[in-house]
């Protein structure tokens, strides 16, 4: 098996970096901004990147402040039974969030095209925590 892992460091507090890892208004500005998501354990969160939401993960784990962990239930098939976890980590001036996707049966350019993708994804929540303005698909130059 194979596993992306990417960190960030945001200079926001801990709280404020959860909310937007799980809400709609959060996820909006940093992932896509066609969704429907709720923080509540076993909904389905559904993503749109203009592919009538293709991509849906399970909420799993919702510990506040501390850890988030989706699993894929339908999208792309190299990604269907991966898990996609946000582990926070509050430190001296700075919330460090640890991104993993982890479960990928091969090693593929969809592999290494979502590397890239996860850490553009932690820019992206970077610059929405701390300008006010991320970049989600919908703004993103590809």
Known sequence: ??????????????????????????????????????PELDFVNEFDFNDNYDTKFKNIELTPSTRILWECVHSDPEWIGTKVSFDLEAREDVTAVTLRHTGWRELTEFYRF???????????LKLYLETGKGQPYQQRQF
């Not at 590397?115 to 994804?121: D, G, I, L, V």
């Open 114 to 124: 979502c590397n890239y993708n996860w850490a553009q994804f932690l820019y992206s």
């Open 1 to 38: 098996m194979y596993n992306i892992e990417h960190i960030q460091y945001i200079r926001k507090p801990i709280g404020e970096v959860y909310d937007a890892l799980t809400t709609e208004k959060g996820l909006g500005a940093v992932w896509t901004e066609k969704l429907i998501v709720r």
